[in-house]
């Protein structure tokens, strides 16, 4: 979590234990990351995605495991493409026409003549009580924005065209505290673009 603390290491110790553990780590790991699901939580880690914060190192190799670098590259011609609504509470699933529970959602437009694909996104979220900060790299694989055109990315669940696993154990799921998140998106072979969405103090599915 980019800040160390007594917490974690504690964690740590106890996860590799369980680990080794030959019941634990066969029967009940289903991500295949060598940390048991009953651990997951205890790292702040998915228990369906082994390398949780994307950085291409797994779960329990990990020094930081809901922490990567950046790997975006700034620099290149200006993006093709604008952030629209950014959304990180009160969100709207306009498939269904409803309310939708709280997640990150940025809808993207393409004022262009060419479809956009190749996106990836690096978030972080930062808790504002204790101050600690996630971050999280995603490549968007089968995202599109048509030409002159609009699309809208969700971290969440992953069930659906536009949505990309969100970690259910990351402090945007479990700590009521505010947050600030920052996101850059990017389409391959440009320079990506940046926004910052705070988020009021509240669970991620209670009213804020």
């Given at each position: 979590m ?5 917490t974690?290491?504690?964690a ?5 234990g ?6 634990l780590?066969?029967?009940?790991d289903?991500?295949?990351d ?9 790292l702040?880690t ?8 994307g950085?291409?190192?797994?779960d ?7 922490f990567?670098?950046?790997?975006i ?5 200006a993006?093709?493409?604008?952030i ?7 969100n709207?699933?306009?498939?269904l026409n ?12 393409n004022?262009?003549?060419?479809d956009?694909t ?6 972080t979220?930062?808790?504002?009580d ?31 065209d ?9 402090s ?21 673009v ?7 103090a ?7």
């Amino acid at each position: 979590m980019n800040l160390p603390s007594k917490t974690t290491m504690t964690a740590t110790i106890l996860v590799i234990g369980l680990a080794s553990l030959p019941a634990l780590a066969t029967e009940a790991d289903l991500d295949n990351d060598g940390v048991p699901n009953v651990a997951e939580p205890l790292l702040f880690t998915d228990p369906l995605m082994a390398d949780t914060d994307g950085d291409g190192v797994g779960d329990l190799e990990d020094q930081d495991p809901v922490f990567a670098e950046n790997p975006i590259a700034t620099a290149g011609p200006a993006a093709p493409f604008t952030i629209g609504e950014a959304l990180v509470e009160d969100n709207f699933d306009y498939a269904l026409n409803r309310d939708a529970p709280d997640h990150l959602e940025l809808q993207i437009l393409n004022p262009g003549a060419t479809d956009l694909t190749g996106f990836s996104i690096y978030y972080t979220i930062t808790d504002l009580d204790v101050g600690t900060t996630e971050g999280y790299f995603r490549s968007l694989e089968g995202f599109t924005v048509s030409a002159a055109g609009e699309a809208r990315i969700h971290l969440d669940d992953a069930e659906a065209d536009g949505h990309f696993r969100a970690n259910p154990n990351s402090s945007y799921a479990v700590s009521e505290a505010a947050k600030l998140v920052t996101v850059m998106v990017s389409a391959e072979g440009f320079a990506p673009v940046t926004v910052e969405i705070n988020k009021d103090a509240g669970g991620a599915e209670a009213a804020d």
